[in-house]
């Protein structure tokens, strides 16, 4: 079997053709308009037709640009995810929560040095990983905009301080849960990165305060989104230094900072902040609402 002419050629031996769909130009019809529709799951099946098939579904795992293991499946075998991925050379994107339990520096760092274009990474989770799987991202992939950390206990703070050198192009970043992280690396990440960044995570960290909190208010100009969900710490003098220094501020998450005063949060939900604690008169009108023999009194009220 030989494919269409076109800008690449896939020879097959004849005893496998497959008439009709095979028939097609590959890199200008299957590629772009058939398999990109086609999840991830659907291809490791179609690459068991035939030699064809296989071959057909090779390239275009080659010139993918985002990969999510969540399409495989909830989880994915390693064997799979080496296969899926062993010829790509040109990932922006890079989801790989479903590889939790087992991801190691063994199986991520090869990918990232094929990758050095990557600009979203997804590692939720990963907590078989290391600093030398940090650092390779950071080293070899310079355009990182979007790195998710969450959950991975592994991340302290040299880690941290290893990112925040070397990746200029950084604006997103979630640590939700990292808890070896202290001020100290926080302070560290807004001084070097901190003009560019425009959503961080902080959520679940008991170490992270007010000192973090007024140094990242007064070197993220540009902050739109900060979760310091149970950040136990951080009370109302941080919350009012990023009331001071950020404008850009669309959302602030301090559910379970019981050292936060309303007072501190009026003046960003002056501005239209999103804030997920409720004002106390707002919380007061709610309880008195479930109790039925309040609630028409509450209700005329309003």
């Known amino acids: 079997y030989r494919a269409p002419e076109g800008p690449t050629e896939r020879r097959i031996s004849g005893s496998e053709a497959e008439p009709g769909l095979l028939d097609l130009p590959w890199e200008d019809v299957l590629l772009p308009h058939v398999l990109s529709l086609v999840p991830l799951r659907q291809l490791l099946r179609l690459q068991r037709v035939s030699r064809a098939f296989r071959a057909l579904v090779q390239l275009h795992l080659a010139g993918l640009r985002r990969f999510d293991a969540a399409q495989v499946g909830p989880q994915i075998p390693r064997a799979a995810l080496a296969w899926l991925l062993r010829d790509a050379e040109g990932l922006q994107e890079l989801a790989l929560a479903p590889c939790h339990e087992w991801l190691s520096d063994e199986d991520l760092v090869p990918v990232l040095a094929r990758n050095p274009q990557l600009r979203s990474v997804a ?64 302070v560290y990440l807004a001084q070097r990165r901190g003009a560019g960044l425009r959503s961080l995570s902080l959520a679940v960290n008991a170490n992270v305060g007010d000192t973090a909190v007024q140094e990242l208010a007064r070197n993220c100009p540009e902050l739109e989104h900060l979760d310091l969900t149970g950040c136990l710490r951080v009370g109302s003098d941080g919350v009012r230094t990023l009331a001071e220094y950020c404008p850009a501020l669309r959302s602030l998450r301090v559910r379970h900072c019981h050292h936060v005063a309303e007072p501190s949060l009026s003046r960003l939900r002056k501005r239209g902040v999103d804030i997920d604690v409720e004002p106390p008169l707002h919380q007061a009108l709610v ?10 009194f509450v209700n005329l009220q309003v």
């Open 123 to 186: 590692l939720a989770g990963c907590g078989q990983l290391s600093r030398r799987a940090l650092g390779a991202l950071a080293e070899g992939c310079p355009r990182l905009q979007r790195l998710s950390l969450a959950h991975c206990d592994w991340v302290d703070g040299l880690a941290l301080r290893g990112l925040a050198d070397r990746c200029p192009a950084l604006e997103e970043l979630d640590l939700t849960a990292c808890r070896q992280l202290k001020d100290e690396a926080i």
């Open 287 to 296: 309880l008195l609402q479930d109790m039925a023999g309040f609630a028409p």
